[in-house]
């Protein structure tokens, strides 16, 4: 490809003003020395200057409206994400606190157990095993509906 047809492609990008620095540098020289190709870019830079005339056009105003009821929807959706993970979060706090504080109620109550009613203390410690496990399961039960709600949630979105 000649240097002429190369600055041919350019002509219309250059009238856009979307050629760099030193591709419109190579333009310009080309221009001073090639008449073809400077009557070219004339008809080029006559059209855009046209163009850059033309009013502009406005979006329907249905469109706009849409656009907005939808991106009101996706800033909801995203503070919903944000209030399950708070949820999340405070649930996992809170069965912890939960399962750490009852153990020295436990200890208390079996202590007092075990010199009142001669209960062995295995089988105190497999009863907050038990209970340490239950809070886990409903922990993870509750995490599943969250997520299965958000899923719901994306696809009806
Ligand atoms: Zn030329």
Avoid at 8 to 30: D, P, Q, S, T
Wanted: overall charge positive.
């Amino acid at each position: 490809m000649s240097e002429h047809e190369a600055i041919r492609k350019l002509l219309a990008l250059a009238a856009a003003e979307a050629l760099e620095e030193g591709e419109l540098r190579r333009v310009e020289e080309h221009l001073r020395e090639c008449s073809s190709c400077a009557a070219e870019w004339d008809a080029w830079r006559a059209l855009a200057r046209g163009m850059r005339g033309l009013p502009t056009p406005q979006a329907p105003a249905l469109l706009v409206e849409r656009t907005r009821v939808q991106m009101h929807a996706r800033l909801a959706a995203g503070r919903d994400r944000r209030l399950n993970a708070w949820l999340m979060g405070f649930l996992v706090l809170f069965s912890w606190t939960l399962v750490l504080g009852t153990w020295p109620v436990v200890r208390m109550v079996s202590t007092g157990a075990l010199s009142w009613l001669d209960l062995s203390f295995q089988r105190t410690w497999t009863g907050l095993a038990g209970y340490t496990l239950m809070g886990w399961v409903v922990g993870g039960v509750a995490a599943l509906i969250i997520g299965l709600r958000h899923a719901t949630a994306r696809r009806a979105a």
